[in-house]
């Protein structure tokens, strides 16, 4: 049962153009989200989050919007550039709960 | 250095064999934190340490896995007569004070069992 779910298992935009990935949760107990974006052969590395109390959050060239009643988050990176290509990794954790429960991740890859 | 460190990077093994995989986590940082990532999947966690407890193994998926961190800061994670399906990259991440929020990862040990 999966209570994080990244439905696109790749997404492949143009340099230049909006990223849009997507995630969905299951969990209601869940109130802080985070992404991380991860190259092969290196650990996953923190990129934003954002917590239940806001419904969007912006870092330079990446918004995270969250949509509570439908248990739905998405990552938006604009303009995208070809060093964005990676696995990107939705995560969540509820209360006072610390573990983050991740999604199976979106490859992202972004043609010069 | 500055990250997390984890040793080693790459293991095979035989099935039926023991293993050690060991975490070196960012100095000062409280939690450490155990996750398992398979093939197409996304980290699982396995277990969480606020200084020298376990706070939380709920995740290790059986009396095979073992894991300690004597001194509150190095974690040895112990898998016991290996199986094939342990096959697959184990990270480490730490934070400074555990609870909701960043973990800083490493680069993760690639374990393989034959």
């Known amino acids: 049962d999966q209570q994080v779910k990244q439905n696109s298992p790749s997404l492949s935009v143009q340099e230049g153009r909006i990223s849009i990935l997507n995630c969905d949760y299951t969990?209601?107990?869940?109130?802080?989200f985070l992404w991380y974006k991860k190259y092969p052969a290196e650990g996953p590395t923190f990129l934003i989050s954002i917590s239940s109390i806001k419904d969007k959050n912006e870092d330079g060239r990446f918004t995270v919007f969250l949509n509570k009643s439908a248990k739905h988050l998405s990552l938006h990176i604009v303009p995208s550039q070809p060093g964005d290509s990676a696995v990107y990794f939705c995560a969540a954790s509820g209360g006072s709960n610390y573990k983050l429960t991740f999604g199976k991740g979106t490859l992202l890859t972004v043609n010069p | 250095g500055a990250g997390v460190s984890q040793t080693p990077s790459n293991k095979v093994t035989e099935k039926g064999k023991y293993v050690e995989l060991r975490c070196d986590p960012i100095?000062?940082?409280?939690?450490l934190y155990w996750y398992r990532q398979s093939l197409g999947q996304g980290p699982e966690f396995l277990i969480y340490?606020?200084?020298?407890?376990?706070?939380?193994d709920s995740g290790l998926p059986n009396d095979r896995f073992f894991a300690v961190r004597p001194e509150g800061s190095v974690s040895t994670l112990k898998i016991q007569r290996t199986e094939r399906g342990d096959s697959a990259v184990y990270l480490c991440?730490?934070?400074?004070?555990?609870?909701?929020?960043?973990?800083?990862f490493g680069e993760g040990s690639r374990l393989t069992v034959l």
């Open positions: 340490f606020q200084g020298t407890g376990a706070a939380d």
């Open positions: 991440a730490s934070s400074l004070m555990g609870g909701p929020g960043e973990l800083f």
């Open positions: 100095s000062g940082h409280t939690a």
């Open positions: 969990n209601s107990m869940f109130d802080y």
